[in-house]
């Protein structure tokens, strides 16, 4: 009896590691979520507001994406690419939300984009998006 006890609970644990694996792995995929396309900007596009993202940008994101946001930032590792963040071409969506959630989550295993949640207090995100909005085309998706 005490046997088949065992084989049950190494059954168990062997289960429960390997759910555990599951997760973790699903946790750490980066790139925006699909339903970052509706979660919409709490914080309201002003003269603030895109100031504070201003100074968010040049601390986190510059180095890589540039001053301007051309994506020709000093300190980008070699080979990443930083994409222009000025035009209205978006590779991993163009939402606000969408861009929230790349910019939480980083934006995939081919990429040098890294992930700030936890790094990155949430509404300094989307200051930085309103900030980008503000160097982009007028027309783009929100």
């Given at each position: 009896?005490?046997?088949?006890s065992?084989l049950f609970?190494?059954?168990?644990?062997?289960?429960?590691?390997m759910?555990i694996v599951?997760?973790?792995?699903?946790?750490q995929?980066r790139?925006?979520a699909?339903a970052?396309?509706?979660?919409?900007?709490?914080?309201?596009?002003?003269?603030v507001s895109?100031?504070a993202?201003?100074?968010?940008y040049k601390?986190?994101?510059a180095?890589?994406?540039?001053?301007t946001?051309k994506?020709?930032?000093?300190?980008?590792?070699?080979d990443a690419?930083?994409?222009?963040?000025t035009?209205?071409?978006?590779?991993?969506?163009?939402t606000?939300?969408?861009?929230?959630?790349?910019?939480q989550?980083?934006?995939?295993?081919?990429?040098?984009?890294?992930?700030?949640k936890?790094?990155m207090?949430?509404?300094?995100?989307?200051?930085?998006?309103?900030?980008?909005?503000?160097?982009?085309?007028?027309?783009?998706?929100?």
């Amino acid at each position: 009896m005490r046997r088949v006890s065992r084989l049950f609970m190494s059954g168990v644990v062997l289960a429960v590691a390997m759910l555990i694996v599951a997760f973790t792995a699903h946790a750490q995929t980066r790139g925006a979520a699909p339903a970052g396309k509706t979660i919409k900007n709490p914080v309201a596009s002003t003269p603030v507001s895109i100031t504070a993202g201003a100074a968010g940008y040049k601390k986190y994101c510059a180095f890589c994406h540039g001053v301007t946001g051309k994506g020709d930032g000093p300190l980008a590792p070699k080979d990443a690419d930083p994409p222009d963040l000025t035009d209205a071409a978006w590779d991993h969506g163009s939402t606000d939300g969408e861009i929230f959630a790349l910019m939480q989550n980083g934006a995939g295993t081919d990429s040098k984009m890294v992930a700030f949640k936890g790094k990155m207090p949430d509404q300094d995100m989307w200051h930085i998006i309103n900030f980008l909005r503000s160097l982009g085309p007028k027309d783009a998706k929100r």
